[in-house]
C-alpha cells in the first residue's frame, strides 16, 4: 500500500506550524517540508524589531529546534525551491530536478517585499537600498545601520516606522517619506496616525507625508542611491534606504498549477484551493471572512498559525472552518500597539483615553457595530476588546467604551 504523503511548500511561520501540526493530530503518512531558505521556521516579526539593536543568535529566532522536527518526523528539505507542479500526476520538481510525490500538498509560499520601480535600466539594484522580508535581508540591514548615517525610509507602515525607531536607537539620523497624507493611513484612524507621528518627530525623525518621488540619485559609481528628488523639488540625501512599500503574494506555483487567483490563491473555509487536494495558508492565501462579509488576505502571524491548523485538521479529517478575527501588533519605541479586527469602512472612532497620555484604545464602528480596537501601551485591555469585537458590540456602549473609569468586562 502506498504510504500517504503531505508536501508542504514554504519555511515560514505557516508551513512550521502545519508541519507539527499534522503529526500531533494523528497523521500517521509522510511529511515533507520544502524551503528555498536554509534555516528551519523562524520568528520574522523582530526582523524589523529586536534584532537590529540587539545580539540575537539566529538560533534564538527558531519557532521550534530541529529536535521538534526530528521527533515529529518531519522531512526537511531545506535551501532548495519548487520549479513546478503537475496536479494531474500529484507530484512536483524541485530546483535541482528531483520529482517528488504527493496526497496533500500545502503552499506556505508567503509573500514578498514589493520593489521600488527605479531608473530603467540599472546595472545592478544599487548595494545601500534595502527590502526586509526575510532573515538575510535583516542581517544585510543590520551590519548597514551604523551609527551617524543617514536612513531614508520609503513608506510609512508599520515595516518603516518600527526599523525607523532601531535606526533612531542605533544613533542614525532619519527621514521617513510616506506617498499618503498620514502615517498608516490604510489601517488607523487620524487620531492613531497623528499619534506616531507626533512619537516619531519627538525622537528626531523628519517624517514628510504627502510625499511623492520624483526622481532617485545615484552616486558618480552609479552602484549606490545617494538620494532622492521630491516632486515639490526637494532633495533628501541618504547612505541607507529602506523601501517598506507592502508585499505581494508569492502565487507562481499556484498560477503555474492552474488554481483559482484573487491577489492570493483561493481557499474555502477549510483551506482548500480550487483544487481539494491543495491547500494554502498564510500571507499567500485569500479566505472569505464571515465576520467582514468579505475575501481577506492577511499577513500576520496569528493567519498563518490559525491557516496552518485549519489545513492539518482538513488533512487528518476533522475540518474545522476558519473563522477568527484578525490580530497583529507593533513595537516602536517603547510603544506597543495591539490592533484587533481590520477598520477598513469604519463610520465612527470612539476613543478610550487621551493620546496625550501615550496610553489609549480606538474603537472603530460600522453600522452600528464595533469591527476593530487599537490598543496603544494598553495589554491589559486588549484581550476584552478582543472579545468586544468578536462580539460585535453595538454602538450605545459607545459612551461605557469612552470613559476610562469603565469596565470593559462589564460590557461582556
Not at 157 to 168: C, N, P, Q, T
Not at 315 to 344: H, R, T
Not at 370 to 397: G, P, T, Y
Amino acid at each position: 500500500m502506498t504510504t500517504a504523503t503531505t508536501v508542504i511548500i514554504g519555511g515560514g511561520h505557516a508551513g512550521g506550524e502545519a508541519a507539527l501540526a499534522l503529526r500531533q493530530g494523528g497523521y500517521t503518512g509522510r511529511i515533507m517540508l520544502i524551503s528555498a531558505e536554509s534555516s528551519l521556521p523562524y520568528q520574522r516579526p523582530p526582523l524589523s524589531k529586536a534584532y537590529l539593536t540587539t545580539e540575537i543568535e539566529p538560533d534564538k529566532l527558531l519557532i521550534r529546534a530541529a529536535a521538534n522536527f526530528a521527533k515529529a518526523e518531519v522531512e526537511l528539505v531545506l535551501g532548495h525551491s519548487v520549479s513546478e507542479i503537475d496536479r494531474s500526476a500529484r507530484s512536483l520538481r524541485l530546483d535541482d530536478g528531483t520529482e517528488i510525490h504527493w496526497s496533500n500538498l500545502v503552499l506556505a509560499t508567503g509573500s514578498r517585499a514589493r520593489h521600488l520601480a527605479l531608473p530603467d535600466p540599472l546595472a545592478v539594484e544599487p548595494s545601500n537600498l534595502f527590502y526586509l522580508r526575510s532573515l538575510e535581508d535583516a542581517q544585510r540591514l543590520k551590519g548597514a545601520l551604523l551609527p551617524g548615517g543617514r536612513l531614508l525610509v520609503i513608506g510609512g507602515g508599520f515595516i518603516g516606522l518600527e526599523v525607523a525607531s532601531a535606526a533612531i536607537a542605533l544613533g542614525l539620523s532619519v527621514t521617513v517619506v510616506e506617498a499618503q497624507h498620514r502615517l498608516l493611513a490604510r489601517v488607523t484612524a487620524p487620531e492613531v496616525s497623528a499619534f506616531y507621528e507626533s512619537l516619531h518627530r519627538s525622537r528626531g525623525v523628519q517624517v514628510l507625508t504627502g510625499a511623492r518621488i520624483e526622481r532617485f540619485e545615484l552616486n558618480d559609481d552609479g552602484n549606490q542611491l545617494s538620494g532622492v528628488t521630491l516632486t515639490d523639488g526637494q532633495h533628501l540625501e541618504a547612505d541607507i534606504v529602506l523601501a517598506g512599500i507592502g508585499a505581494v503574494p508569492q502565487i507562481e506555483l499556484a498560477e503555474q498549477a492552474g488554481l483559482d487567483l484573487d491577489d492570493g490563491v483561493l481557499v474555502n473555509e477549510f483551506c482548500q484551493t480550487s483544487d481539494p487536494t491543495i491547500y494554502a495558508i498564510g500571507d499567500c492565501s485569500r479566505h472569505f471572512n464571515p465576520v467582514y462579509g468579505r475575501r481577506l488576505r492577511l499577513e500576520s502571524v496569528p493567519n498563518a498559525v490559525d491557516q496552518a491548523r485549519t489545513a492539518a485538521h482538513s488533512i487528518n479529517g476533522v475540518a474545522k472552518a476558519y473563522e477568527p478575527v484578525p490580530w497583529f501588533w507593533s513595537d516602536q519605541y517603547e510603544v506597543k500597539l495591539q490592533m484587533v479586527g481590520l477598520s477598513e469602512g469604519y463610520d465612527r472612532v470612539v476613543l478610550r483615553g487621551d493620546p496625550a497620555d501615550g496610553s489609549f484604545v480606538a474603537f472603530y464602528f460600522t453600522r452600528g457595530c464595533l469591527i476593530a480596537a487599537d490598543c496603544i501601551n494598553r495589554s491589559s485591555e486588549f484581550a476584552l476588546a478582543k472579545r468586544l469585537v468578536q462580539a460585535r458590540l453595538a454602538e450605545d456602549a459607545a459612551g461605557v467604551l469612552a470613559d476610562p473609569t469603565s469596565s470593559l468586562k462589564d460590557l461582556l
